[in-house]
């Protein structure tokens, strides 16, 4: 198994606490550690405000992070997980994703999805399609990337992308950039990740991750695609510590700071995301769920620590016994 850390940016309330202007400090920090252990990569969200609700914290912005960290770091591949596709002309987001990868030396990873976040997407002026039209955007805007990164053009007289010979010059370091599809949609998503993609990234439950594995081999055989080229990877938040009852006490901790900043309501439904899955628990425990995904095909996990800004505890518990476990 291959191994992804997010950075905390603020996104999901995890900088708090931390004077805005310490932010980068905090996060090159840990770019640099992850550098120095076993990760693989480091990962953003591409998001402008929080959740599970919008707040006045701050949360930075994805593509700006990605080139500082191609620029601060020499090892890790870098990503986001996941761009969203209508934020960004398709044409302009290949030219940032070329320029950042050049910046690190080849090390981007082109995460790339239709968006959801309604109320981000309304405060910013894009409006909120429908699901079909976003998925229709993400088809289009894919296929210009390629394009451009193959051939360094691209022209697509597309429902809702125009390019006409544009050029992106200079090309990715390898000529192209590895493209991960994240989202579980059956009919569209998984079909567009069929076609397209190099790293898939949904539901990582045991039977979630197989069920959707399933849908996305079947598209690959309607398409012709060799199913076993794609990576299939999956996110995951991470709640570990040696006992039971000190999992439970970490739980807690972190419900009561969301509750802080949003309705309790709120902070007890984003408990949902934690409670009951696989890289919570114990180590023992942790790799015993990761590795039965592991044997479903899972063999990327991008690995998110909601106390990683403030306390390196799970973080370190991770990397000395989960992670060699699993390698």
Not at 63 to 73: D, H, N, R, Y
Not at 89 to 94: H, Q, R, S, T
Not at 274 to 282: F, K, Q
């Amino acid at each position: 198994m291959r191994f992804g850390l997010f950075i905390p940016q603020g996104w999901r309330l995890d900088l708090t606490g931390i004077a805005p202007a310490d932010h980068w400090s905090v996060m090159s920090s840990l770019a640099a550690t992850a550098e120095g252990t076993e990760w693989d990569s480091i990962w953003v969200y591409d998001h402008f405000h929080t959740v599970p609700m919008p707040t006045d914290e701050a949360t930075h912005e994805a593509w700006s992070l990605v080139s500082a960290f191609a620029a601060t770091t020499s090892r890790v591949d870098i990503g986001q997980m996941c761009t969203a596709m209508s934020y960004r002309n398709p044409m302009y987001l290949a030219k940032v994703a070329a320029t950042a990868d050049l910046i690190s030396g080849g090390r981007v990873q082109m995460g790339i999805g239709a968006g959801w976040y309604e109320q981000e997407w309304r405060a910013y002026g894009y409006g909120f399609p429908s699901a079909g039209e976003r998925l229709a955007r993400l088809d289009e805007g894919v296929a210009i990337m390629k394009q451009a990164w193959e051939t360094g053009r691209a022209s697509l007289d597309g429902v809702h992308y125009q390019v006409d010979d544009a050029i992106c010059a200079p090309r990715p370091t390898a000529g192209r950039l590895p493209l991960w599809i994240a989202g579980g949609g059956e009919r569209k998503t998984l079909r567009i990740a069929a076609q397209y993609a190099d790293y898939t990234n949904f539901d990582g439950t045991v039977d979630g991750f197989a069920h959707k594995s399933s849908v996305l081999q079947q598209h690959c055989a309607d398409l012709g695609r060799d199913y076993e080229s794609i990576v299939r990877s999956a996110n995951y938040n991470v709640v570990i510590a040696e006992t039971d009852a000190e999992v439970e006490r970490r739980l807690d901790a972190l419900e009561q700071r969301l509750a802080r900043f949003v309705h309790p309501e709120a902070a007890a439904a984003t408990m949902a995301a934690y409670r009951g899955m696989p890289a919570v628990g114990t180590p023992e425990q942790v790799v015993e769920n990761l590795s039965a995904l592991a044997d479903l095909g899972m063999s990327y996990g991008i690995f998110y620590f909601p106390d990683i800004a403030h306390d390196r505890s799970s973080f370190d518990l991770f990397v000395d016994e989960v992670m060699p476990a699993l390698r």
